[in-house]
């Protein structure tokens, strides 16, 4: 990760699957005063966003090869001599079993059939981001949503070894500055207090663990707070059918009647940010940021913490921890820090300042000679740790789900051998995804009416190519389905996605659409490569005219 504040050094800035002047407005603004300096900037994403759209250059990739990407762009860095060979002798661990990989197995020509981006494109890119220098590679979470989506992230947090980007103030790749604040939270967290052998279920599982189709006993009572599964977990269907059982004791703490909130048997009111105590790590910049209540917390709401507290009193547990006030807990928190990088970030300052820069020095080049959070201290191409935990130990390529399905994918045991160039499976099944709508966040803001107005109505964006075959015209109302379930959207055929994917901006609540249902009707409980993460931009669906 970079100090995101020394990107305005940058000079080749890449917004892989980020739409970073939507969502990361700040860091927008730094890469736009770079631009004025001379910075070029890039944008690969399988749709026209709004920072692909002001950006230099927009290249459409096919959702979930990113990996065949950057891979493709390494065997273009090792073949004509643009790597940094000090940098990989003196700081990096198996640079000659990628380079062997890269130059035997990815050749531009099969990595254009795997993610649809033109050889010329794939070799101007690697010629660009090998030779301009800083270059900076702005990563985000959508890029994690299919199933290589973990190998995908590590292969390309490997290109800024290659070309030893890290040297340099501005050079070097992000997705949070989340892992730069090394706290000890186990005062606040307390695991000393979990009994061993307790069940967790991962939310993305949330429709089996309602119906009982996880191993152990059945959920019998849920509590949600902080979240709105109706509307945000996949296999909608099975997770409302789970909500509506007469057996299930829900309850939901929240500020505004949210979908799950309409399935609940008691609704607790929460504060909002400006009634409660809290501690800001942000995962977009370096500063620790302390969340004062503003007002005392309206009618009989109450923040998460005093909730637990009262029902672990109303359980019987009496370990003093169940007892400390907000703000007690979050001295005792930033008391226990001794990480260097907390040096005089003390609640004294937090309470007088507000929010605190970490103790970085300024300009912060994280790994200019190594120091990798690895337990070689090194860029680790090859991981002995990964290998050990079952994974292919050099960057690799996971295919998505979807290329697996249409039978496009060949494996890197079948080099030399090339994928189909048809963009469709037999079925003429289209790839679906569904990043937020630019006026959501998720399903955060889907109560403020004037955003709900601004983002108009639930859609489905089509390409030309895709829409005409099927008789679709802007303004159809079309069937979107597969063996999970349907939801029905309005049509936009434009080019701003490419062909043979179709883009469902949300999360729209799903009273607040006209089907009553959202686009996670379609998305599955699958589970990514790496981190347990859901499969929500790595979904197969046919379209069709409701007619």
């Known amino acids: ?33 770079a631009r004025k300096q001379g910075a070029r900037i890039v944008t690969i ?29 390494m065997h273009v860095l090792f073949r004509d001599g643009l ?25 531009p020509k099969r990595v254009s059939h795997i993610t649809g981006i033109p050889v010329e494109d794939i070799e ?18 959508g890029m994690q ?11 390309i947090c490997c290109l800024p070894a290659v070309i030893g980007a890290w040297r340099h103030v501005g050079g070097g790749a992000m997705l949070s500055t989340s892992k730069m604040y090394p706290f000890n939270a186990a005062a606040l967290e307390r695991p000393d207090l979990i009994p061993p052998g307790t069940r967790t279920v991962n939310m993305s599982q949330l429709a089996d663990a309602l119906l009982g189709d996880l191993a152990g006993p059945p959920v019998q009572a849920m509590y949600v707070y902080n979240s709105n599964p ?47 105590w809290d501690i800001l790590k942000p995962y977009g910049h370096t500063h620790l940021a302390l969340n004062r209540p503003a007002i005392a917390p309206l009618g009989e709401s109450l923040p998460n913490s005093e909730i637990f507290r009262r029902l672990a009193a109303a359980m019987g547990y009496t370990e003093p921890c169940f007892q400390e006030g907000d703000e007690q807990m979050l001295r005792d928190l930033m008391a226990c820090q001794t990480h260097p990088r907390f040096a005089g970030v003390t609640w004294e300052r937090l309470l007088a300042e507000g929010f605190v820069r970490l103790a970085l020095p300024q300009p912060y080049a994280a790994f200019a000679e190594g120091g990798f959070p690895t337990p070689s201290g090194k860029c680790e191409f090859y991981s002995e740790r990964l290998r050990q935990d079952g994974y292919d130990p050099l960057p690799g390529y996971t295919a998505p789900r979807w290329q697996e399905a249409s039978g496009e994918f060949a494996s890197p045991a079948q080099s030399g051998t090339e994928a189909p160039t048809d963009t469709h499976s037999a079925a ?9 709508a630019h006026s959501y966040l998720n399903s955060t803001f889907g109560i403020v009416d004037r955003l709900r107005a601004r ?44 062909a043979g994917t179709v883009l469902a901006p949300g999360v729209w609540w799903a009273k607040h659409s006209p089907d009553g249902r959202n686009i996670n009707q379609v998305t599955s409980q699958d589970e990514a490569d790496m981190g347990a993460g859901a499969l929500f931009y790595d979904v197969l669906v046919t379209v069709t005219r409701a007619d």
């Open 1 to 33: 990760v970079i100090d995101p504040d020394a990107v305005v050094r940058s000079r080749y800035i890449v917004n892989w699957g980020s739409n970073t002047s939507v969502t990361n407005m700040h860091l927008w603004a730094i890469m736009h005063r």
């Open 428 to 436: 003429q099944q289209l790839v679906c995804i569904s990043p937020p």
């Open 45 to 73: 994403d399988p749709y026209r966003s709004k920072t692909a759209a002001k950006s230099d250059w927009w290249i459409p990739i096919r959702p979930g090869t990113d990996a065949a990407l950057a891979l493709g762009l």
């Open 83 to 107: 790597e940094d060979a000090t940098y990989l002798e003196e700081y990096c661990l198996g640079a000659d079993l990628l380079r062997r990989r890269v130059l035997h197995d990815y050749d």
């Open 230 to 276: 109706a509307a945000v977990a996949p296999d909608q269907a099975r997770v409302l059918r789970g909500l509506r059982r007469e057996d299930l004791f829900t309850v939901v703490h929240e500020q505004f009647q949210t979908d799950t909130a309409d399935y609940a048997d008691y609704v607790l009111p929460a504060t909002t940010q400006l009634e409660h």
């Open 124 to 141: 101007k890119l690697a010629r660009e981001y090998g030779t301009v220098k800083p270059a900076f590679i702005r990563l985000n979470y």
């Open 145 to 155: 949503r299919h199933g290589g989506g973990g190998m995908a992230v590590r292969t």
């Open 455 to 498: 983002a108009g109505e639930p859609l489905l964006q089509i390409h030309p190519q895709d829409a005409a075959p099927r008789g679709i015209v802007s303004g159809n109302i079309v069937n979107v389905c597969n063996g999970l379930g349907e939801v029905m959207l309005k049509a936009e055929v434009t080019e701003h996605v490419i």
